[in-house]
Every structure is written in structure tokens, then in C-alpha cells.
């Protein structure tokens, strides 16, 4: 049962921070002339973090039950007449535990009557639909919550909050890292029968909707990752499956902090772009962005789970310098920042996540020293010096930039990282981007245990060295 204490849920979707970089970063210029590796690269990096907050469901009292039919033999006694109506709650709520989680066995097996099981006839051919999505992605687990006991709305409906954690592409019940989704059913209580009768899309509070919950899913799934998306792009995910998988391949070497299950990557158009996640419309220029999910806590609340990324499907080509760039950097995300702890984001974290996002795409220095293997926003970072504009500081992008801003911002915070693992090592760079973008902790207490300086005099440092690393490239 859920502990009497829980917060009423906050209203709406929850803001960005406000130096959270939202969607909608402008395309690069065009790179010099000489051609440097990538040509006509137009990189667009945006971790859109949705704020994971302690998010709770709240109780609300559950209202006498009107009938006292017996609906089934459940290990709870079936209510009667004698009995109040926290009796038929309390039955109820366990008679939906078991037919959701008999019914995700279904979906587990490939068995997709045991699936339809718990639905009414009147919502099967929606859930046939999320079946065969969840199928094609490779759904290995699949674990419901009821997050709060059923609440009467009279005439045999009642409505019930679910929570359900879900990993892609494992083996059936293999232990992973899930994502989770909040959201509202109402099922009806009728003669022996209790079935949900209408599923709500899971809320932006929870990320979502997610892809599978209003798509047609087709997916290729491959050693390391998984591509998917609407039926219409079918055409496209080999090519970006290749991608998705040496970009797996590259990521997995910083993903430090614990392996990833498997990378989990979406192709959209500009209408899925605008509906799934509950972002919004991110506007025309964005090419990619890796989201961290929440994970459902057994009280019916929030941590932060595992990412999906999702990359415009104008872009995905095998062939595409682009397109490689967007999802190597994108997985470079998702490989740092997964199943972090439970934290508040500082704006701090905001260079280190991405310029080590930066640097998963261009290579560490002793892989791709940038004498040969030239960064891709070195032209913007100087145009930006040479226009005497930058303030010496490692601030965040924010939608007001203009694009030599924006760009320039994401090149200052590459060099800054590249810097870092450099001269101190790739071991002290994971270890201080643990504090401070997984764990949230003080920038400068931080600075101090990893680098032995304050965090104003690392920024100096680093402030010294970018100018440098510029003027150079
Ligand atoms: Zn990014």
C-alpha cells in the first residue's frame, strides 16, 4: 500500500531549468574550404532533460463501491454485503496487480490474447498496436504499479493511476536499467469482469507519450542498439541502424558509470518531433536530442531512469557525416548520463555534459589529437573570440543565442573537457563529471577534491588553454 504522506502531484509540465537549453538549436555553418573530416556538418546537440523531481501521485480517498459482485478467485477474499468499502478497494486493486502482470507476461512471450487479456473489446485495436510496437522493440521487461488504490467515478468505473518500468532489446526478466511511465485507466467493474476500458497516454510529467505508446513501431535491432520509428521511415532504419551501432560501439567506452542495456534510438519527423516526449514543437533546425527518462520508485514516484534519443529522419543517412556526428553525440549522452542518482541539476553541468558529448563524437586526445583530426566548431569558437565576445565563462546555450553563440558555447565547452582530459586524465574527468552533472554536487567542493583548485581557478585554467587550443586549430 502507498504511505499516507505522499505530496499531491504538481500541476502541469514541469519547466526546464531555466538554463536548460531547449530544442530548437540552428544549424552550423557551412566548415572551411580545405575539408576538414566532416563536410557540410550540421550538428545539432540538445539533451532536452526533463526535471526529475521527487514526483508523487496523490491519494485520494477510494468512495464505497456500489456493487458486490464477486469478479473472480484472487488470493483477496471477494467482497460482500457486510463488508466496507475499503474492502472492495483493496480487492479490486489486487485483482488489477494480477491481470496487469498477467498480462504483461503476455507480452513478454509473444502472446498477445494473454495481453489483450485485461482490455476491454472496446480498446483492443489500440492495444494490439502498442503490442506490436513493444514486440518490435524488443520488450523485456514490463513491470506495472498500481500507483494509488482504485477511486470509485460511480456506475461501475473506476480509475486507477498505473506506473509500469520497461527495458527494450534484453532477454525476458534479465535484470536492466528501466525507463518508467505514469499514467491514468479507468476500467469497468461489470458482472465478473474488471477491465480497463480507456488508457490514457502517459503525461509530460512522465516523458511522455512515449513512440510506442502512439506509434506503429518498426524497429532493426542490432548488438548495441536499436533503431525504430513510424512505419513510413521503415526504409530508413538500416542505414541508421550501421550508425546507431559503431556509435554504440564508441559510446560504451565512456559509459563509465554502468553499462548500457542497449541504446535506444528513434527516427522522427518534424509531427513526431512535436508530439512524443511532450517537448513540443522544437522547431526546424533540430536534428537530434537524447531525453533521460524517469524511472517509476515503488511509492509511485520518480528517479531518473535510463535515455532514448530521437534524431530527425530528414538526416538519416548512412553516409551522413551529419547524421554520424548527431548520434555519436547523442549516445555519448546517454552513456554518461543514464540511471544517474536522484539529484538537482546545477548549471554547472551544463559544459561538462556537453562538451564530454562533444568529445565522445570527436575522440579523446590521444585518439584524435586536434592537429589531425580538425573539431568541427573551431571556425565558430574563433570567429567568436575574434569578435571579442566571450566572457571567459562556461555558460549554458540558451534560445536567445544567436547561432554563432550557440555553436561557439558548445566548441568553449569541448575544448574545456578536452582540455581536462588531457592534461589530467580521462579517470579524473569521469570522476568530477559524476559529482557534478550526475550527482549534482557543489562545483566547487567538487573542483577542490578532483582537481585540488576552486572551481574559479580551474575555470582560469581552462579559460587560458580554450584560447589557445582555438587560435591553434
Ligand atoms: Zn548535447
Not at 553525440?329 to 558529448?357: C, F, K, Q
Request: proline share 8%; net charge negative.
Amino acid at each position: 500500500m502507498l504511505p499516507p504522506t505522499m505530496a499531491p502531484r504538481p500541476p502541469g509540465f514541469p519547466a526546464y531549468p531555466p538554463y536548460q537549453y531547449p530544442p530548437g538549436f540552428p544549424p552550423l555553418p557551412p566548415p572551411p574550404p580545405r575539408g576538414p573530416r566532416r563536410a557540410a556538418a550540421v550538428v545539432v546537440t540538445i539533451i532536452a532533460l526533463i526535471l526529475i523531481t521527487t514526483l508523487t501521485l496523490g491519494v485520494t480517498a477510494a468512495i464505497a463501491g456500489q456493487s458486490n459482485a464477486v469478479i473472480g478467485d484472487g488470493a483477496v477474499k471477494s467482497p460482500d454485503d457486510n463488508d466496507g468499502s475499503d474492502v472492495r478497494v483493496n480487492y479490486l486493486e489486487q485483482k488489477a496487480k494480477a491481470e496487469l502482470a498477467d498480462s504483461a507476461e503476455g507480452l513478454l512471450d509473444g502472446n498477445e490474447d494473454k495481453w489483450l487479456s485485461v482490455y476491454d473489446g472496446s480498446v483492443h485495436d489500440e492495444m494490439k498496436r502498442r503490442y506490436n510496437s513493444l514486440r518490435a522493440l524488443r520488450v523485456s521487461s514490463f513491470d506495472y504499479q498500481v500507483v494509488k488504490p482504485p477511486e470509485d467515478k460511480s456506475g461501475g468505473t473506476w480509475a486507477l493511476n498505473l506506473g509500469v518500468n520497461y527495458c527494450l532489446g534484453g532477454k525476458k526478466h534479465a535484470k536492466c536499467g528501466p525507463s518508467g511511465i505514469l499514467f491514468n485507466t479507468e476500467w469497468t467493474d461489470k458482472d465478473d469482469s474488471f477491465l480497463i476500458t480507456r488508457v490514457d497516454e502517459s503525461d509530460p510529467n512522465s516523458a511522455g507519450p512515449r513512440p510506442w505508446e502512439v506509434e506503429d513501431l518498426k524497429a532493426k535491432v542490432g548488438k548495441r542498439a536499436i533503431v525504430a520509428g513510424p512505419a513510413k521511415y521503415e526504409d530508413k532504419l538500416n542505414d541508421a541502424l550501421s550508425v546507431a551501432e559503431s556509435a554504440a560501439e564508441n559510446a560504451d567506452k565512456y559509459a563509465v558509470y554502468g553499462k548500457v542495456d542497449r541504446y535506444v534510438i528513434f527516427l522522427a519527423g518534424d509531427e513526431e518531433f512535436a508530439r512524443w516526449y511532450g517537448i513540443g514543437d522544437p522547431g526546424d533546425n533540430v536534428v537530434g536530442f537524447a531525453i533521460p527518462l524517469p524511472e517509476v520508485t515503488k511509492n509511485g514516484g520518480t528517479k531518473p531512469g535510463g535515455s532514448e534519443v530521437v534524431v530527425h529522419v530528414d538526416r538519416a543517412q548512412a553516409n551522413s557525416t551529419e547524421f554520424t556526428a548527431t548520434m555519436r553525440h547523442e549516445l555519448g549522452h546517454v552513456a554518461t548520463l543514464h540511471h544517474s542518482p536522484e539529484h538537482h541539476r546545477i548549471e554547472e553541468d551544463w559544459w561538462l555534459s556537453e562538451g564530454v558529448a562533444e568529445l565522445i563524437d570527436h575522440g579523446a586526445p590521444k585518439d584524435a589529437p586536434l592537429k589531425e583530426h580538425p573539431y568541427l566548431r573551431s571556425r565558430d569558437v574563433q570567429e567568436y573570440f575574434k569578435k571579442d565576445k566571450w566572457n571567459g565563462k562556461m555558460d549554458p546555450a540558451t534560445p536567445t543565442d544567436d547561432q554563432l553563440t550557440g555553436s561557439a558555447k558548445y566548441g568553449i565547452a569541448f575544448y574545456g573537457v578536452y582540455y581536462l582530459f588531457d592534461k589530467y586524465g580521462k579517470d579524473k574527468f569521469m570522476k568530477y563529471f559524476k559529482k557534478i552533472a550526475r550527482n549534482g554536487e557543489d562545483p566547487d567542493k567538487s573542483t577542490k577534491s578532483v582537481y585540488g583548485k576552486s572551481y574559479d581557478a580551474l575555470l582560469k585554467e581552462i579559460a587560458k588553454q580554450v584560447k589557445k587550443m582555438a587560435k591553434a586549430a
